[in-house]
């Protein structure tokens, strides 16, 4: 449990390191979900396969595939969690602007998904705009920004538990795992 913890607090620190790096370098980029994603599996997997290779060494070179699994799960939401209430401390007390640009953005994006869904199934031009209407209207942007609030994004952590976290746990471990007749 010891290794869990230890390396659930590097992942944190990674990952609230990465989301400091993105908001410096340009605060768009924490609006990126692809840069976002590459970043967070590549130091995440690094992380959990260190965290099961030490894991793995304090037990004389045996790794079950149950204590691999509690060893990622364990390391894996103790650094999830850092980085969703690092976020929450960004978005809302930090830089409040980034709810404003992360709104737009989620517009942006939602306007050129319509756009090319209505393109593509030839939609009416009067459908079209009466959608644009309703993504834009205050409700829709009251509801944008209550993502930002703490109560969502505890419920966003315990989706990143599911997924990809659930791929984490099962993947890594069943990789790592060395069972004491050398299986």
Do not use: C
């Not at 209550?146 to 976290?165: D, E, K, T, V, Y």
């Amino acid at each position: 449990m010891k290794t869990a913890l230890k390396y659930g607090i590097i992942l944190g620190v990674v990952s609230i390191l990465s989301t400091l790096a993105m908001y410096l370098i340009n605060p768009e980029l924490l609006f990126n979900m692809k840069i976002g994603l590459a970043l967070g599996l590549i130091y995440t997997v690094a992380i959990l396969v260190l965290a099961l290779k030490e894991e793995r060494k304090i037990n004389e070179g045996i790794l079950s595939f149950g204590d691999g699994l509690k060893t990622t799960f364990v390391a894996y939401a103790i650094g999830s969690l850092f980085g969703v209430l690092f976020m929450h401390t960004l978005y809302n007390y930090i830089d409040p602007s980034l709810i404003d640009r992360g709104v737009e953005y989620s517009q942006d994006v939602a306007e050129a998904t319509l756009n090319y869904t209505a393109d593509m199934f030839d939609m009416p031009e009067s459908e079209k705009d009466k959608a644009l209407e309703e993504m834009r209207s205050p409700e829709a942007v009251a509801q944008m920004r209550s993502s930002f609030g703490f109560s969502s994004n505890m419920i966003n952590f315990l989706i990143i538990l599911i997924f990809p976290g659930f791929l984490y746990w099962l993947i890594i471990p069943a990789i790592m795992k060395k069972d004491p007749g050398g299986a």
